[in-house]
């Protein structure tokens, strides 16, 4: 009887050291899992918020440069009256001509005259251009939708296409209404080989299509 009981009492003693150890062991993995993971998830959002700030820091970096050079003016200084402002090319005719501000009889005489209450070139709306028929815009009628216009000035070189070709009335005041976008409008006299003060007028309409700017 005391050799049964003996025999029970060691084999508890057996069952409890060996749950015990059970026991530890399960803390000890269940510790170490959790440990792993808790470390794991930290590490995780750690990234996923480096991450989001450094990809929100970028996107106002780049919002900011794109604002600054949006905002930045083409011209600091405007021109005065008479002003060489730049040059017009017209590959189709292979030509180079000067243009001033101002669209007086003064500047027409000299080159291309731009209108003085119109946007400067490159600038969004509409940039006025206007010349003689029988001196800088002699071959104009030559030049027709498709083809380009580019103006040189101190702010780059701002290339145009023709968008529209129009013929109106002396008086139309349409040519110099705002557009919604950086436009170029050149005009002159028409019919060209009109003798006297001709009655309509020969307009290119054309859109800005690529620039370099020089700052």
């Not at 792993?36 to 919002?63: M, Q």
């Not at 000299?110 to 209108?115: L, M, Q, S, T």
């Not at 080989?193 to 009655?199: E, S």
Request: charged share 25%; with cysteine.
């Amino acid at each position: 009887m005391k050799h049964t009981d003996k025999k029970r009492s060691k084999t508890q003693v057996t069952l409890l050291t060996f749950s015990v150890l059970l026991i530890l062991s399960g803390v000890w993995f269940s510790g170490t899992n959790a440990y792993k993971f808790i470390k794991g998830y930290l590490l995780f959002k750690t990234s996923e918020a480096y991450a989001d700030n450094h990809e929100k820091a970028f996107v106002e970096r780049d919002h900011k440069s794109t604002s600054k050079k949006t905002n930045e003016p083409f011209y600091p200084i405007r021109p005065k009256q008479g002003e060489n402002i730049g040059n017009l090319f017209i590959p189709k005719l292979e030509a180079k001509l000067p243009i001033f501000h101002g669209t007086d009889e003064e500047e027409l005489d000299k080159g291309v005259g731009h209108f003085s209450r119109s946007v400067l070139p490159g600038e969004k709306d509409n940039s006025v251009l206007s010349g003689h028929r029988d001196s800088v815009f002699r071959r104009l009628g030559d030049v027709g939708k498709g083809d380009l216009l580019v103006v040189e000035t101190s702010a780059g070189k701002f290339t145009y296409k023709v968008r529209n070709v129009r013929i109106v009335d002396k008086d139309d005041r349409t040519v110099i209404v705002p557009k919604p976008r950086a436009t170029l409008t050149v005009s002159t006299c028409y019919p060209f080989h009109f003798i006297g003060a001709a009655p309509q007028r020969y307009i290119l309409v054309a859109n800005l299509v690529s620039q370099e700017l020089t700052k």
